[in-house]
């Protein structure tokens, strides 16, 4: 039964040879003698042509093949074997002449929900179970599948170690309060529980007392990581290169094209290398990634330059060859105060750089990606390392056209001293990272790292609108289904 894969067909030499393909009928078109199938299966853009020539059948199973065209439609699924020949219709070099047909599963056309006249983004998204037997999405998933080979290619030829941080964690890496909490314990009780006690008196800033986490699953609070960066870390102060990527998790309440709330994060860590090391390390890595979607997934990038962006391919190939713009924060904010006018949120120093200055400086102003490093300390996470002017810390942030950031990293605190005034400047509960803490203690290193959200990649590289599309099923608020 195996079928060849389409991709493999398409490449093949139209030598005669009999082959068995299986896959998705896309189209069909029946005239007086001539049948035409179209036939996709996912392993690239292109369909495979199944043709039938009733006046020469040429020893096809012509009974077969007439009863089983009738219960064809969009969406069929088939198994078909024919004989590879050259094919005289333009823009594709083979097709398949059939000698037998088999429907494998009926499609209903009154209910199969992939209809032309319906295939907006959004009717997609609802139907996500079946969105990858479309052009885009099918693009879309192939694109996805080739940035995460690129992307382990990228770090083992450069003598990283792939690691995995856990999922579950007590330790909130950014700082920013949004993560999902992990927890057996029942919400139902612990309700009742409240409503006694309400009725016995209790008051209201005792509540938190009912809820005991020395009975939950973990014997403490514990939640869904939002980064690996913390055990990474542990893993880089030993084994000197490694990189993470898996799932995170962020309860933040943005409805935006940009934030998934499961998302894919890359998350090298390299001891012994500075900001500079990491920013170099950052842009080879931004272009090997590119230059990979350029080569390996050429006929998707096509068809997303001609139908999703125009442009992207050059737009991608100039990022390639680029220099990628090294700014300061204070030396950027002082370039967007410049143009204060274009901008709902007046840029200042010590502000946090918003979406749209972002995008402002990579678009407009520069027209390439950009780095913008030395962040004022009051807005970035507390394990960065501080510098000389004891104001601002040695954190970058990679910003590219049509996305904004795309990368976000830093030198880390390697000093335990002000490492441990960074974590008490900010009222974090100092005992849940004493292991943290302690990796500054036993051999201590500079070191640095960096993290790549991998749908932000996606639509990077596809151009797709927004980051809900480029994951199989998005999870954001209010969305969880399938
Ligand atoms: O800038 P962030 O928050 O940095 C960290 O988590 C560091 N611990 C990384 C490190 O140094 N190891 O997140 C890193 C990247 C962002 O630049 C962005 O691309 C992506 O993760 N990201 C998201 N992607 C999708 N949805 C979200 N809600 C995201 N939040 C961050
Ligand atoms: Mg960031």
Request: a negative charge.
């Amino acid at each position: 039964m195996k079928p060849i894969l389409i991709k493999d067909l398409l490449t093949s030499a139209p030598d005669g040879r009999t082959v068995t393909v299986c896959g998705w009928v896309r189209t069909k078109r029946d005239s007086k003698n001539l049948v035409f199938i179209q036939v996709n299966d996912g392993s690239c853009f292109a369909n495979i042509q199944l043709t039938f020539d009733r006046s020469n059948p040429q020893g096809a199973d012509a009974d077969n093949i007439e009863n089983e065209l009738k219960r064809i439609n969009t969406g069929t699924s088939v198994k078909a074997e024919g004989v590879i020949i050259p094919s005289p219709a333009s823009g594709q070099a083979v097709e398949v002449t059939l000698m037998k047909l088999t429907v494998l599963g009926e499609c209903n056309p009154e209910e199969y929900p992939l209809q032309k006249n319906k295939m907006s983004m959004e009717y997609l998204r609802e139907n996500a179970y079946l969105r990858a037997r479309t052009n885009t999405f099918g693009a879309v998933f192939r694109v996805r599948n080739q940035m995460a080979f690129a992307v382990h290619s990228f770090f083992q030829e450069r003598g990283f170690q792939y690691i995995n941080a856990p999922e579950i964690t007590c330790s909130d890496c950014e700082g920013a309060g949004e993560m999902f909490q992990v927890t057996t314990l029942s919400l139902e009780k612990i309700a009742e529980l409240g409503v006694k006690a309400g009725q016995g008196g209790m008051k209201i800033e005792d509540a938190h007392k009912i809820v005991d986490y020395g009975k939950d699953f973990f014997g403490k609070k514990a939640s869904l990581t939002v980064s690996g960066q913390l055990e990474a870390e542990t893993l880089a102060t030993a084994l000197s290169r490694v990189y993470t990527f898996g799932p995170t998790f962020r309860a933040e309440n943005s409805n935006t094209p940009r934030h998934l709330a499961e998302f894919w994060m890359i998350e090298p860590e390299m001891a012994f290398f500075d900001l500079e090391d990491d920013m170099d390390l950052q842009e080879d890595f931004v272009k090997y990634l590119l230059n990979w979607a350029l080569t390996k997934c050429r006929d998707d990038l096509e068809f997303f330059d001609k139908r999703i962006q125009p442009g992207l391919i050059a737009q991608l190939e100039s990022v390639v060859n680029s220099k990628f713009v090294r700014i300061s924060y204070t030396d950027a904010i002082a370039e967007l105060e410049k143009h204060a006018d274009k901008f709902e949120f007046k840029p200042y120093w010590g502000c946090d750089i918003a979406t749209e200055h972002e995008r402002y400086l990579t678009e407009q102003i520069f027209k390439c990606p950009v780095m913008v490093y030395n962040y004022p300390k009051e807005i970035k996470s507390f394990y960065m390392k501080l510098n000389e002017d004891g104001k601002t810390v040695k954190a970058v942030d990679v910003l590219v056209p049509g996305i904004g950031e795309l990368n976000g990293g830093s030198e880390r605190e390697e000093d335990y001293g002000k490492l441990l005034k960074a974590i008490r400047d900010r009222g974090m509960d100092e005992s849940i990272y004493d292991w943290y803490l302690n990796l500054r203690k036993f051999g201590t290193v500079p070191h640095s790292g960096f993290g790549m959200g991998f749908e932000r990649l996606i639509r990077y590289v596809t151009g797709m609108e927004n980051i809900r599309d480029v994951i199989p099923y998005p999870r954001a608020p209010k969305l969880a289904d399938f």
